[in-house]
């Protein structure tokens, strides 16, 4: 049954007009209270992970649940329907159970805390904030174990459950929480935080109230969520052609040894409804790579592709999902069925991004962008310090941001654009490692016009023994290039012993056991490239070399001729007049390198491993 809403003041808003000047007061102050959750979190909580990289997401919603500002798709309007309790004033709500909330948060790292905010006994809004933990029990040290087979081995599970009933703080349920985690310190500062970050929020939205009037205030909520419908029907009448287009990628493996594993999304119109149908995705896998997608996440990413390639001044809110329908299989990789395992969802997640790429490019081709946010890598490493001190570490890198229509993908950086890296100094001060090597791999990105970013290569020299865990994709199939540009380079991982031999290991594997001396070199993929390459200025590839972004011999994916660090002009023109007539015209309007049957023949020799094996179609789990 649906929650029930306990309000002494029951009075509805009046119906009031809003004048243009006071909406964009109240939208900007919005902005704002949104800005100060991310701040206050970052100044609260303990782990490197939400401290130092910022992997949270805030979210400020009206009455009703819709989000009006924030980074994910709401979920409060389907949480409402099913959460068997009441919900008053002084309430606080806590869950991490991706399968309590149909996929609105994905794994159990993320820790989701919920405040409805009331003024004079009447609900006016809901402030909500999740952030991922970088333990919360479970079978490995992270929570995120590649082979688990049920969410069962991935940590505690915690329902929706208030942490605040009425006011009052439940101190056992949080003692009883905290006794599932390897790092109660930072989970307790990090769950300290989520809650301050809501808090923050809610009294700005009660002075916005209390300045401008409760009606005046949900006038505004309404007209901001009605301005963005409208927004996004015209960009999606103008840009979606009722044409049915398709796309799929493929997610390179599951850390078990079987992939690839496809995605596959059809595309089209219907009068002014934007339907994306997941038919022909494959089946859930027997490891921890599904992804439990939920329809307004999926919504929500969609919608933030569409503002940032057509109109980056729209303002994102939930106004517009009535305008799409997302059709997912029951048992597919997108939607798994109870109890699979959700931990190493992120590639999945990175991979929609792509395919989002590949599907609104097709009919208009000058905004089309090439692959490469494909994933978010993870390194895990954990032992006991000179001190017999334990120590933990959970660090997200970066891959090449693939070649866009407006110029070169950005070079190691996040899949989230508000991602930061962890300070070299600050691993190197908490942990016992030494960052050998932090820099672009050079040539790594793909070639084009506008050049896929490069990846990045971070070596790290580890001074205690312990074990790691990596998490990354990209490896075994490429990032794609777009209307002439070439795929990028794949993600490699190597072990190198004090001695100097060096192992080519999995980009997906759990407890590794490293000894002090031993370093890991982390190499991220880079961005597939976008345009034709033998059209991109010559003299870019001089200031590109001088900056250890291309070789000499790297230029010459682009025809150019660079000596003693120069474009040598007539070499050029007639290397790229040679490259041109072996090409011939360009035909296609994507470039995925070889295919998948390729790829595993040569697997071994190019990049070290064996190619994975088809994915075993597993029986459904019950539901």
């Known amino acids: 049954m649906p929650a029930q809403i306990i309000q002494t003041n029951n009075a509805p808003f009046n119906k009031v007009s809003i004048d243009p000047v006071t909406l964009e007061v109240i939208e900007n102050a919005l902005r704002n209270a949104r800005i100060e959750m991310d701040a206050t979190l970052v100044r609260t909580a303990m782990s490197p992970g939400i401290r130092e990289q910022g992997d949270a997401f805030p979210l400020i919603a009206d009455r009703t649940g819709q989000m009006i500002v924030g980074q994910f798709g709401s979920y409060i309007g389907p949480f409402l329907d099913g959460f068997d309790g009441t919900v008053e004033e002084g309430d606080m709500i806590m869950l991490s159970d991706p399968y309590s909330v149909g996929g609105a948060i994905?794994?159990?790292?993320?820790?989701?805390?919920?405040?409805?905010?009331?003024?004079?006994?009447?609900?006016?809004?809901?402030?909500?904030?999740?952030?991922?933990?970088?333990?919360?029990?479970?079978?490995?040290?992270?929570?995120?174990?590649i082979d688990a087979t049920s969410?069962?081995?991935?940590?505690?599970?915690?329902?929706?459950?208030?942490?605040?009933?009425?006011?009052?703080?439940?101190?056992?349920?949080?003692?009883?929480?905290?006794?599932?985690?390897?790092?109660?310190?930072?989970?307790?500062?990090?769950?300290?935080?989520?809650?301050?970050?809501c808090r923050v929020a809610a009294r700005r939205v009660v002075e916005m109230c209390e300045r401008f009037g409760d009606d005046i205030f949900a006038a505004a909520t309404d007209e901001l969520l009605a301005r963005n419908y409208r927004a996004m029907k015209q960009l999606i009448a103008s840009s979606i052609s009722e044409e049915k287009v398709s796309f799929e990628d493929y997610i390179c493996d599951d850390g078990m040894g079987y992939g690839p594993y496809k995605i596959r999304c059809t595309m089209h119109r219907e009068g002014d409804i934007v339907v994306l149908?997941?038919?022909?995705?494959?089946?859930?896998?027997?490891?921890?790579?599904?992804?439990?997608?939920?329809?307004?996440?999926?919504?929500?990413?969609?919608?933030?592709?569409?503002?940032?390639?057509?109109?980056?001044?729209?303002?994102?809110?939930?106004?517009?999902?009535?305008?799409?329908?997302?059709?997912?299989?029951?048992?597919?990789?997108?939607?798994?069925?109870?109890?699979?395992?959700?931990?190493?969802?992120?590639?999945?997640?990175?991979?929609?991004?792509?395919?989002?790429?590949?599907?609104?490019?097709?009919?208009?081709?000058?905004?089309?962008?090439?692959?490469?946010?494909?994933?978010?890598?993870?390194?895990?490493?954990?032992?006991?310090?000179?001190?017999?001190?334990?120590?933990?570490?959970?660090?997200?890198?970066?891959?090449?941001?693939?070649?866009?229509?407006?110029?070169?993908?950005?070079?190691?950086?996040?899949?989230?654009?508000?991602?930061?890296?962890?300070?070299?100094?600050?691993?190197?001060?908490?942990?016992?490692?030494?960052?050998?090597?932090?820099?672009?791999?050079?040539?790594?990105?793909?070639?084009?016009?506008?050049?896929?970013?490069?990846?990045?290569?971070?070596?790290?020299?580890?001074?205690?023994?312990?074990?790691?865990?990596?998490?990354?994709?990209?490896?075994?199939?490429?990032?794609?290039?777009?209307?002439?540009?070439?795929?990028?380079?794949?993600?490699?991982k190597i072990l190198e012993k004090p001695d100097g031999t060096r192992i080519v290991v999995g980009n997906k594997l759990e407890n590794l056991t490293i000894e002090e001396g031993d370093q890991l070199h982390?190499?991220?993929?880079?961005?597939?490239?976008?345009?034709?390459?033998?059209?991109?200025?010559?003299?870019?590839?001089?200031?590109?070399?001088?900056?250890?972004?291309?070789?000499?011999e790297g230029a010459t994916r682009y025809g150019v001729v660079l000596v003693d660090g120069k474009v040598d002009a007539a070499a050029t023109e007639a290397l790229r007049e040679a490259m041109r007539t072996a090409r011939g015209p360009i035909t296609s309007a994507f470039?995925?390198?070889?295919?998948?049957?390729?790829?595993?023949?040569?697997?071994?020799?190019?990049?070290?491993?064996?190619?994975?094996?088809?994915?075993?179609k597993l029986a459904h789990f019950a539901a």
């Open 106 to 145: 994905s794994h159990l790292n993320d820790w989701l805390v919920l405040l409805p905010v009331f003024k004079d006994g009447r609900l006016i809004a809901y402030t909500s904030m999740f952030g991922h933990q970088s333990d919360i029990g479970g079978k490995v040290v992270g929570s995120m174990p």
């Open 151 to 197: 969410i069962f081995e991935e940590g505690v599970r915690i329902p929706p459950v208030k942490i605040y009933s009425k006011g009052v703080y439940n101190a056992d349920l949080i003692k009883l929480i905290m006794a599932q985690t390897r790092k109660p310190d930072w989970c307790t500062a990090d769950l300290n935080a989520l809650i301050a970050s």
């Open 277 to 492: 149908d997941f038919d022909g995705t494959d089946p859930q896998s027997q490891a921890s790579i599904n992804f439990f997608l939920n329809e307004n996440m999926l919504k929500m990413f969609f919608g933030i592709y569409m503002i940032m390639v057509f109109d980056p001044q729209v303002l994102f809110n939930d106004g517009y999902y009535d305008l799409i329908r997302v059709k997912i299989p029951d048992g597919s990789l997108l939607k798994p069925k109870f109890p699979a395992a959700l931990s190493g969802r992120t590639h999945a997640l990175g991979r929609l991004f792509d395919i989002m790429g590949g599907l609104l490019g097709q009919k208009t081709p000058e905004f089309l962008n090439a692959a490469g946010f494909s994933s978010s890598p993870h390194l895990f490493y954990s032992g006991y310090d000179a001190k017999g001190r334990w120590f933990q570490l959970f660090q997200i890198g970066f891959g090449g941001i693939p070649g866009r229509p407006l110029g070169d993908g950005p070079d190691g950086h996040s899949l989230f654009p508000g991602f930061t890296n962890v300070p070299n100094e600050f691993l190197e001060r908490y942990f016992p490692l030494v960052i050998e090597r932090y820099e672009t791999v050079a040539d790594s990105g793909g070639a084009g016009l506008h050049r896929g970013g490069n990846g990045i290569i971070m070596s790290y020299r580890f001074l205690a023994a312990g074990t790691i865990a990596i998490h990354d994709d990209r490896w075994f199939t490429m990032p794609w290039g777009v209307n002439g540009g070439e795929p990028g380079a794949r993600a490699r």
């Open 522 to 552: 982390f190499i991220t993929w880079g961005g597939g490239g976008w345009g034709d390459p033998l059209l991109r200025d010559p003299t870019l590839l001089e200031l590109e070399l001088e900056r250890g972004l291309v070789t000499v």
């Open 591 to 616: 470039n995925y390198g070889p295919d998948i049957e390729t790829l595993r023949a040569n697997s071994l020799a190019e990049t070290g491993l064996p190619a994975p094996k088809a994915p075993v």
